[in-house]
């Protein structure tokens, strides 16, 4: 998502006046605030430094401070979504949920924040709605766990509100010591062949302060997190658990036991991680890498290869592949390898970077698409688009990941 603001002014400042009006308005109950056509001392600036006092002291001044630090936090909330991805999706779940809206008035918004702040004023329901979906397709640092056949239920039955509900209880209960607050949130979502668990933060605790300091000089409190985010995705076919979190990598035990007694009856003891075998791949010629003359695959090359030396992680060598030889990666990472005189007892690879090309479909232009999967013995770094399953598929029948 949009990176974190560091300051509510650095919010209203990226705003203009009528629309910092429509929010405060747009509470309830609403908070007076006057728009007077100041104009701002720069052409860079959309409104002036005196509007942005007057807009924070209007909070700041609320006699419920408890109400001016949700606000400021509603504020965290929609910076969250405020980049040229996530307004171009917004729109997107507009028309997917069929949400008349109109472009006229969405066309005056001149920057990414002001468009994510015209959709929670005006569309709420398709901010919040696309704000639960937002940053699930990627599934880069996903951790996998295999589960035993036995406790494979249908991906149907994870869908059991009651069921998340707790579970989005006891997600709060393993982070409250450093987020200190209840709020969560859990949200799922089926797939053709498994299902996504997502469980966010979806606002500050009532008793956190978001911002401290005088009216003039408020400041972020070191620490508050706007949104804090676990993804979980369940494959019955594959028997797979996938945990990616941005917290500490020993919460992952947790969180697995909390989803494995909550919807399959079992435990962490019962699973076991899904090892990658790159570090197995110790020659460059075991890679084989020409894709099925049907696949929406054109085709594919070791673009680098990052060796460790054994005994001595702190020692790495990178070999990239480039120029006029682009795609003939297998064949001149051999010859690298060979002219660099690396001795496969001493050094083994670590890390793989292999280049996708996909055909392009039928009477389109422009470029095609390339991806670039890097495997390493924690896994892939595939996202959650047709194409990244397409390779996740393509790696796993080459037998480059279990």
Not at 213 to 241: C, D, H, M, Q, W
Not at 262 to 280: A, K, M, P, S, W
């Amino acid at each position: 998502m949009a990176s974190s603001i560091t300051d509510p002014k650095d919010f209203a400042r990226h705003i203009n006046e009528k629309m910092l009006a429509d929010f405060l308005r747009s509470q309830d109950p609403p908070i007076p605030f006057d728009s007077i056509g100041d104009t701002p001392s720069s052409k860079k600036k959309r409104v002036s430094e005196d509007v942005v006092n007057r807009f924070i002291d209007a909070i700041k001044n609320l006699t419920d401070t408890k109400r001016a630090d949700r606000i400021f936090a509603e504020m965290l909330y929609i910076n969250e979504l405020s980049s040229e991805r996530h307004t171009t999706e917004l729109e997107r779940q507009a028309l997917e949920d069929d949400v008349a809206y109109s472009l006229t008035d969405l066309a005056t918004c001149e920057n990414y924040d002001e468009r994510a702040l015209w959709w929670y004023i005006h569309h709420r329901n398709v901010f919040d709605r696309y704000f639960e979906r937002a940053d699930t397709e990627n599934l880069a640092g996903l951790r996998e766990l295999l589960i035993k056949e036995e406790y494979i239920v249908p991906k149907e039955r994870i869908a059991d509100e009651s069921k998340l509900a707790t579970f989005g209880a006891g997600v709060a209960t393993i982070f409250e010591n450093m987020l200190r607050g209840r709020k969560f949130k859990t949200a799922h979502f089926l797939e053709e062949d498994y299902i996504l668990v997502r469980v966010y933060l979806e606002n500050l605790p009532d008793n956190q302060l978001v911002f401290e300091g005088a009216a003039n000089e408020v400041r972020r409190t070191a620490g508050a997190r706007s949104l804090f985010s676990i993804i979980l995705v369940y494959s019955p076919g594959e028997k797979t658990l996938g945990i990616r979190t941005n917290k500490p990598a020993e919460n992952v035990q947790l969180l697995a036991e909390l989803f494995c007694r909550t919807f399959l009856g079992c435990g962490y003891v019962d699973t076991t991680h899904r090892e990658y075998n790159v570090e197995n791949k110790a020659s460059i010629r075991q890679l084989e890498l020409t894709p099925d003359p049907d696949s929406t695959i054109e085709r594919c090359y070791l673009k680098a290869v990052e060796y460790m030396r054994s005994g001595d992680f702190n020692k790495t060598l990178r070999l990239d592949v480039g120029g006029k030889n682009l795609y003939e990666g297998t064949e001149q990472m051999e010859l690298l390898v060979q002219l660099a005189h690396i001795n496969e007892n001493d050094w083994r690879p670590r890390k793989f970077d292999i280049k996708f090309v996909f055909k392009k479909p039928d009477a389109t232009k422009g470029r095609n698409r390339q991806i670039t999967a890097t495997l390493t013995k924690r896994g892939v770094n595939l996202k959650n688009t047709p194409e990244d399953q397409k390779i996740r598929e393509f790696l796993k029948a080459k037998g480059f990941i279990s």
